[in-house]
């Protein structure tokens, strides 16, 4: 019957039917909070039951490093890492706790974001804070859009005709959430997200890095704690760059603030380049990275120092490289399969 996949994002939610690397039936929601319980309900009820059921979870912590099968216990215990990814792990956990509701005696899989990351080197995971801190908290490196990554990695890898083991790459996953990832032979190195999806380039409405300093000024008496949050949360990012003009990245082609993501975007990508021996390709995902060629360009033409030049075409119908033919590192586009690396990944834990 295949695999139904659950991909909550942080402002929206996808789900998809997936037999083998076949994608079928789907609901897309772009506003995941009006009637989200009713319409999953509506679209298991009217389909077969399926062999199992992958939920895509952006941060487990330390308690979900792998793709798992979901019992009682492992249920409560995921209420414990909620706070650590707000916009993203409450709604996943509301629809996890209905679909077990729906779906009874099918398995469900998590399976994290972060897995893609959990072997970083020790260099690349830890933070420079307080080894009391870091050991009782877990404090570390975790990293995101893993299952984004993982799939783009290993499509790249065909397109380059190589196997992925022997390739070394820098993937930029830009969407309404954005960060970048070094993969050296198939495993990540390096990636711009750390403890939360906070962190790194900024995003639609999510700030990325901002000096800590400047965020202990502003709770000095400045701004309360709520505040602070909604304004990191909800209100920075290109949001926040374009005086709230938007947070779409369409709606503001010539707008200084598409220039500040462009540039953050270019240094994390030279920055992931030194975890690597040599760059053999850069590759864009995510809705932004697949469907913007203004984006793509400015990124591009920023990195001549790694050898990398501007893409020579603007988006295709399909997979594959936007770089000129002789280009020494090719630039590649790969549409994000999202459900397919999460039928892969439950499949593999349940082997069905």
């Not at 030279?270 to 400015?298: K, N």
Request: overall charge negative; glycine content about 12%; proline content about 7%.
């Amino acid at each position: 019957m295949g695999i139904l996949t659950v991909n909550a994002g942080s402002s929206s939610l996808h789900l998809v039917m997936v037999d083998g690397d076949r994608a079928g039936d789907r609901c897309d929601l772009s506003d995941p909070s009006e009637g989200a319980t009713d319409i999953v309900r509506e679209f298991v009820r009217g389909r077969p039951v399926p062999d199992a059921v992958a939920h895509r979870l952006v941060h487990g912590g330390e308690l979900v490093r792998r793709p798992m099968i979901v019992d009682d216990r492992l249920r409560a215990g995921l209420d414990e890492v909620a706070a650590l990814a707000p916009l993203h792990v409450p709604p996943a956990l509301a629809l996890l706790d209905t679909l077990r509701e729906l779906l009874p005696a099918v398995p469900h899989v998590v399976c994290p974001d972060t897995a893609f990351h959990a072997d970083l080197p020790a260099h690349a995971a830890t933070f420079p804070l307080p080894a009391e801190w870091r050991e009782r908290w877990g404090l570390r490196r975790y990293g995101f859009h893993g299952l984004s990554y993982a799939y783009a990695a290993e499509r790249a890898a065909d397109l380059l005709g190589h196997p992925v083991g022997e390739l070394q790459m820098v993937l930029a996953h830009l969407g309404g959430g954005a960060s970048v990832c070094a993969v050296r032979n198939g495993r990540s190195v390096d990636t711009s997200m750390g403890f939360t999806p906070l962190d790194g380039v900024p995003m639609s409405r999510r700030s990325g890095a901002v000096d800590p300093g400047l965020l202990l000024w502003l709770l000095d008496g400045r701004l309360t704690r709520e505040e602070l949050t909604d304004g990191l949360y909800q209100r920075s990012g290109l949001l926040g760059l374009s005086g709230g003009r938007s947070g779409d990245t369409r709606e503001l082609v010539g707008d200084p603030a598409l220039d500040v993501f462009t540039h953050r975007v270019r240094r994390e990508i030279a920055a992931a380049a030194t975890s690597l021996d040599r760059l053999d390709a850069v590759v864009f995902t995510g809705e932004i990275g697949w469907d913007q060629p203004e984006v793509r360009q400015a990124i591009c033409a920023g990195l001549g120092l790694l050898g990398v030049c501007p893409p020579v075409t603007g988006n295709r119908g399909s997979d594959g490289p936007i770089s000129a033919a002789e280009a020494k590192i090719a630039v590649l586009v790969v549409e994000p399969r999202e459900e397919l690396q999460l039928a892969r990944e439950a499949g593999a834990v349940t082997g069905r």
